[in-house]
T-cell receptor, first 120, second 114 residues
Framework: DAGVIQSPRHEVTEMGQEVTLRCKPISGHNSLFWYRQTMMRGLELLIYFNNNVPIDDSGMPEDRFSAKMPNASFSTLKIQPSEPRDSAVYFC??????????????????FGPGTRLTVL | DAKTTQPTSMDCAEGRAANLPCNHSTISGNEYVYWYRQIHSQGPQYIIHGLKNNETNEMASLIITEDRKSSTLILPHATLRDTAVYYCIVRVAFSSGSARQLTFGSGTQLTVLP
């Protein structure tokens, strides 16, 4: 299994530009999460999907951020227009909602390698 | 979800056991204790979880006190590659087929020294 795949791994852009981050979850997982990590605020959940449906987007900072999951194998996080304060590492994670220990449902999330975004 | 308290940082000698404490005094009866870790520049990685019984897997052991107000993650033989930020998270279980978000605190920076 290739694990959660994120692209690009690094993105440098100028303020005002549109940025699109991409995520391919682990095949068979039905939950997908977008997190953002900065030194000041740590690791924050932005939005998560169950079965391609957005369940909780209360962590999305403002209208400049949008996320979509058109199918079970792909999700995007878009920032338009981007600002310097959006600079962070963005992680995507997926979960089957079942777990792998054989002890019943639990929340083992598998994280991707992250996208390091720098907005100049 | 219950709040957790962890030390900011800890050191451990390579080859020795690393014991990472976590306080969760407001934990509810249906809340699990999860441990994740994040090695520098990587995404967080699940380690172990438990409800009230002690748990062990190939990575670590989890000791939960009888009153469930605190727990300790034990790495039995720490290596340099175990240097990471360790997060203790408490949250409710969920129904099969649906997932819920994890709330990460500041964690404990464990440094394994050669």
């Amino acid at each position: 299994d290739a694990g959660v795949i994120q692209s690009p791994r690094h993105e440098v852009t100028e303020m005002g530009q549109e940025v699109t981050l991409r995520c391919k979850p682990i095949s068979g997982h039905n939950s997908l999460f977008w997190y953002r990590q900065t030194m000041m605020r740590g690791l924050e959940l932005l939005i998560y999907f169950n079965n391609n449906v957005p369940i909780d987007d209360s962590g999305m900072p403002e209208d400049r951020f949008s996320a979509k999951m058109p199918n079970a194998s792909f999700s995007t996080l878009k920032i338009q227009p981007s600002e310097p304060r959006d600079s962070a590492v963005y992680f995507c994670a997926s979960s089957s909602g079942v777990g792998t220990s054989g002890k019943g449902p639990y929340n083992e999330q598998f994280f991707g390698p992250g996208t390091r975004l720098t907005v100049l | 979800d219950a709040k957790t308290t962890q030390p900011t940082s800890m050191d451990c000698a390579e080859g020795r056991a690393a014991n990472l404490p976590c306080n969760h005094s407001t934990i509810s009866g249906n809340e699990y204790v999860y441990w994740y870790r994040q090695i520098h520049s990587q995404g967080p990685q699940y380690i172990i979880h438990g409800l009230k019984n002690n748990e062990t897997n190939e990575m670590a052991s989890l000791i939960i006190t009888e009153d469930r107000k605190s727990s300790t993650l034990i790495l039995p033989h720490a290596t340099l590659r175990d240097t990471a930020v360790y997060y203790c998270i408490v949250r409710v279980a969920f129904s099969s087929g649906s997932a819920r978000q994890l709330t990460f605190g500041s964690g404990t920076q464990l440094t394994v020294l050669p």
